[in-house]
């Protein structure tokens, strides 16, 4: 099916339940408690990443409750564990949409976990709320995903990277971990970069499986690549994996000053187990950094600190914020302003009711919900401190509209020319 009709589904949805050409949406009672699902690990080698947004989701739950709720109504959270099995996550979809009949539902990180889930949401009428940056290449009607398309987030880091401000890079070590998103991401980021102009023999590709733990021989690997031009590395490495790779850099004395690291699933809790003085200099590219200076990201890291406190949750004052957290807080209101647009919980009616909802985010910019079913967001890049929280050296002006394709996949024709675009919607500047 063409994106374009993917779209028209969007906004045409309530017609076609109508005509029996997908399942009806859940019920709306209209009184009593609203259910909402929470799918994400809690165990396993995402735990690290997952627990968090779990942390956030119910945290942003009680608030909203404590304000009166959705339309009068209480939300009650229903807290499922897929145990970072991908598996598992289609399982425990369909038992939050079909035993525990929620609403809608927060949750997910890795791209082979939200593909495991897909079928499910897409036969039964559900509504995913996806909070993590991804590779692109999905619109589905029945997911909204509040995190970075590589537009957003990849691209313009690897521009970056490629300029004299970031250091003007040659050659480029791509490390991810072994599934959907790193290998599509920089499927994309090769062919990003040959139409730059740089040669394949100046690109290695390299992947450690889930939960690797070893790699002193890949940081050796990496200085001897960097010995034949300037490089960096960019890492979609996933999970707990991030801590052994950083812990090695610092082992084999490899600094940014040297051969730079930017990361697109490191932030400030991946970095929070991690002595980070030898990381210094490194960098991440994100939508949001919890050093950010303004009131919203006030509010929003005090109503954590408190919950963390209330709750006597793990980390208890070490705990902080990082992206997915803000983009899993913005998700939820975006959800409770459509349903009390729609007044309804009815997924068709909040569907259609999701499309240009705004939100004053804790990143200092009103986010919204475009068309396709992605965000507008701005980009940003920081340089890892030596207490583990960064700088953001560089940001866009203005939020940014996903584009969630790539024009550099063989095959995707009549796409935007995002190379010749960069230049203008990223409308760079140095931040003090």
Request: net charge positive.
């Amino acid at each position: 099916m063409k994106r374009r009709s993917l779209l028209k589904l969007g906004t045409m949805s309530g017609a076609l339940a109508v005509a029996g050409r997908i399942p009806f949406a859940h019920a709306d009672t209209g009184s009593g408690p609203i259910k909402v699902g929470v799918l994400h690990s809690l165990s396993g080698t995402m735990a690290i990443s997952e627990t968090s947004l779990k942390d956030t989701a119910l945290m942003t739950f009680a608030d909203i409750n404590a304000k009166g709720g959705v339309m009068g109504r209480q939300i009650e959270p229903v807290v499922v564990d897929p145990a970072s099995n991908w598996p598992l996550f289609a399982e425990k979809a369909r038992q939050l949409l079909t035993q525990d009949k929620v609403a809608a539902v927060f949750g997910c990180w890795t791209s082979v976990s939200r593909k495991s889930v897909l079928p499910v949401f897409e036969e039964l009428n559900g509504l995913l709320y996806y909070p993590v940056q991804y590779e692109g290449e999905e619109m589905s009607r029945n997911v909204f995903y509040t995190g970075a398309a590589p537009n957003q987030q990849a691209i313009p880091a690897t521009e970056y990277l490629m300029s004299n401000e970031g250091g003007g890079a040659k050659r480029f070590f791509l490390l991810g971990t072994d599934y959907v998103y790193p290998r599509t991401t920089n499927k994309i980021l090769r062919a990003f970069l040959n139409a730059k102009g740089v040669q394949d023999a100046d690109i290695q590709e390299v992947y450690t499986p889930f939960g690797h733990s070893d790699y002193q021989t890949i940081v050796a690997n990496i200085k001897t690549f960097s010995q034949s031009g300037k490089t960096c590395v960019i890492s979609t490495i996933n999970g707990d994996s991030n801590v052994p790779f950083y812990k090695e850099l610092g082992n084999q004395g490899l600094k940014a000053t040297d051969v730079p690291v930017v990361a697109f699933s490191v932030g400030e809790e991946e970095l929070r187990g991690i002595d980070t003085k030898p990381l210094v200099g490194n960098l991440a590219a994100w939508n949001y950094f919890m050093s950010l200076r303004n009131p919203e990201n006030t509010k929003f890291k005090a109503m954590f600190a408190d919950w963390v406190k209330k709750n006597n949750l793990p980390g208890g004052s070490k705990r902080v914020t990082n992206d997915p957290m803000e983009a899993t807080f913005v998700g939820i209101h975006m959800w409770k302003q459509a349903v009390e647009k729609a007044k309804s919980t009815d997924v068709d009616k909040v569907r259609v009711a999701m499309i240009g909802q705004e939100f004053a985010a804790p990143s200092g910019y009103t986010l919204k919900m475009d068309g396709n079913h992605h965000l507008w967001k701005p980009v940003m890049i920081g340089e890892v401190r030596a207490d583990g929280q960064f700088n953001v050296v560089w940001r866009t002006r203005t939020t940014i509209r996903a584009q969630p394709w790539s024009p550099y996949i063989p095959g995707d024709k009549g796409k935007p020319d995002v190379v010749s675009s960069i230049p203008d919607f990223l409308r760079r500047r140095r931040v003090a």
